[in-house]
């Protein structure tokens, strides 16, 4: 119970995009600890039943086999994406970049456009040696990245956050130097963002949460 409610308290606190109230986090810390009680206490019968329940109730609101993939396919917000997305500024301009961790970076992943906001799985290298060349031990990690509007004229910060150290963070400037050498293209936030480079080209609302999408003008950038 303990460990989960940690967790959960951390997500709570570092991704408040989420929503998640304390007593959520609770209510499920405690539903996971009866799990495995029951099961460590060889009650088979109702710990199968107690673990299917719990399973059946995360996963089948959002499991395509029982769902579809009608939010993905059929999501406004992805043909929004798409629309966008075929108006580059240029050629070598196109990754998105997107400021909201949370709420549309699984769509940006799923839709296939070349995004940066996406779980480290294979550290690239190359790529990360642009926002920090000198501690590749805080990025050459498996890790989801977040990244958060930096000061402009600013170099890029890199850090490992969060309770479990599972997540690296990034502030960086979209307007600056870095950010035209990943080849940023737009840019993706659910607040107002300002800078030089920006030209608001979208701004919407997706299930209640405001999107702002910005082209990221080239010249100059790279």
Known sequence: FGMYFWAGHDLSETERVLHLRLWEAGLASAAVAV???LISARKVIWGGLALVVFGATIALPVNPLYQGLGPLTTSPILSTFDRVASKPPDAAH???????NFAFNPILVASGLHTLSAPSIYPN???????????????????????????????????????????VQVIIDPCGA?????????????????????RLDTKTTFEGTPIYIYTRASTGSA
Request: glycine share 10%; charged share 15%.
């Open 178 to 198: 870095a950010a035209g050498r990943l080849g940023v293209g737009f840019v993706l936030d659910s607040s107002p963002l300002t800078g030089s480079c920006l």
């Open 125 to 167: 290298a190359t790529a990360w040696r642009i926002l920090d060349p000198q501690h590749p031990r805080v990025w050459n990690r498996y890790a989801n990245v977040k990244f958060v509007p930096g000061p402009s004229g600013a170099p890029p910060q890199v850090e490992v956050i969060g309770t479990f150290r599972a997540a």
């Open 94 to 100: 196109r990754a998105w970049l997107s400021f909201d």
């Open 35 to 37: 799990v495995v009680l």
